[in-house]
């Protein structure tokens, strides 16, 4: 009994120690995203992101899954998924361009709360007052970080509002999807969905790279991101949601420090309150929500 409890726990560490290293790694992604954008268009850093990862998934997966690897129920819902998430990508991709990492990273974290909000509003799901008031709470620090009418431009404060709500809807989606396909055959799929669809839009945008540099930094772009979903894919398979979902907010301490040693940029007081306070609502609630046994969607950057 005693060593099936110390094997438990210790895939629960591996599991939180593979979440922590992909929160990093997204940390990483979305810096070097923020640096490529300011000369290349936001588009090619995408396609990059998107081929990169097409390419490794297929060189390592399919050689040991076979066609057993493209095996769907809901092909659809596999091209709409990847939409989705390609959609969330460029969002994403172009906030970065006028906020800090740290902060648009604490946006991000709202997507659980906005999770709770739409669950209630369309699934008609049971929400407590409680919870309640922490989607209010995330929603006041997320408006405390972005700052309508401060210094980000006017339309592009709202940027990271639309992506996190195509990011809830394919949060939505993964789940229901979770139930009859395999995670590694969805990861396949939205690597070529956003591959296909960023490749037909790449000629539209498309910028010769100024040097091998920028080549590689691209590259790296691509490397984070596969790196990242793969251990995140490991955690979620060793470890319940529920004790994984509060790591998740380490982005934000990642985030905030590739910001500073990249950018020099330290967030204001306003700004660090408000990602104290997504920090709290969110993880409260990820807390109350594991009591309840009605486990929150965990972000999939």
Known sequence: MQATLQASGARALTGIAFLVTATACFAVLDTTVKYVGAFLPVLVAVWFRYVFQAVLVSAVVLPLRGRS????????FQLL??????????????????MPVGEF???VMISPLVVTLLAALFLHERVTPMRWLLVAGGFAGALMVVQPGGDVVGWASLLPLVMVLLYTAFQIL??????????????FYTGWVGAALSTAI?????????????????????????????????????TPAATLTPFLYAQIGFAML????????????????????????????????????????????
């Open 69 to 76: 690897l493209l095996r769907t129920a809901h092909p659809r």
């Open 81 to 98: 998924r990847g939409c989705l998430l390609l959609l969330v990508s460029v969002l994403s991709f172009l906030s970065v361009q006028y």
């Open 105 to 107: 990273t604490a946006i």
């Open 174 to 187: 993964t789940s229901r999807m979770a139930r009859t396909e395999d995670p590694m055959t969805m990861h």
């Open 202 to 238: 790449l000629p539209l945008v498309w910028q010769a790279i100024p040097d091998a540099r920028t080549f590689w930094l691209l590259c790296l772009i691509g490397l984070m991101g596969s790196i990242g979903h793969f251990l995140l894919i490991l955690a979620f398979a060793r």
């Open 258 to 301: 590739c910001g500073w040693a990249v950018f020099g940029h330290v967030p204001g007081t306003l700004e660090l309150a408000g990602i104290g306070l997504i920090v709290l609502c969110g993880a409260t609630a990820s807390v109350l929500a594991s009591r309840s046994r009605q486990p929150m969607e965990p972000p999939e950057p």
